[in-house]
Nanobody, 121 residues
Framework: ERLVESGGGFVQPGGSLTLSCIRS????????MGWYRQAPGKQRELVAS???????ASADSVKDRFTISMDDAKTSVSLRLNRLKPEDTAVYYC????????????????WGQGTQVTVPS
């Protein structure tokens, strides 16, 4: 399974970016999609997640700046990053919890390769 991410880059403080993540295949069910990030020397952390019903969870540090969305086909998830700060610098990873077939045992997590977001201080 492939998740293809795009949209990272270098942006000045206060700027904006949109990250996108597309899954290459059709699956039976999607439980949740999300974005994580990992800064140098730090653990990977949840940035935001969304369910097909629209339930959203997000880190307090981004709650009023970043917006997550899922397409109707449940194949892609986007993250709009506004008012970026130097502390947002990290590699951002897309994550999807999916069930391949109706009678699959459960949901599996798949990850993207990561996309770098850099906000200079």
């Amino acid at each position: 399974e492939r998740l293809v991410e795009s949209g990272g880059g270098f942006v000045q403080p206060g700027g904006s970016l949109t990250l996108s993540c597309i899954r290459s295949s059709t699956v039976y069910s999607v439980k949740r999609m999300g974005w994580y990030r990992q800064a140098p020397g730090k653990q990977r952390e949840l940035v935001a997640s969304i369910t097909p019903r629209g339930n959203i969870a997000s880190a307090d540090s981004v709650k009023d700046r970043f917006t997550i969305s899922m397409d109707d086909a449940k194949t892609s998830v986007s993250l709009r990053l506004n008012r970026l700060k130097p502390e947002d610098t990290a590699v951002y990873y897309c994550n999807q919890e999916i069930k391949y077939y109706k009678f699959s045992y459960g949901y599996v997590e798949v990850w993207g390769q990561g996309t770098q977001v850099t906000v200079p201080s």
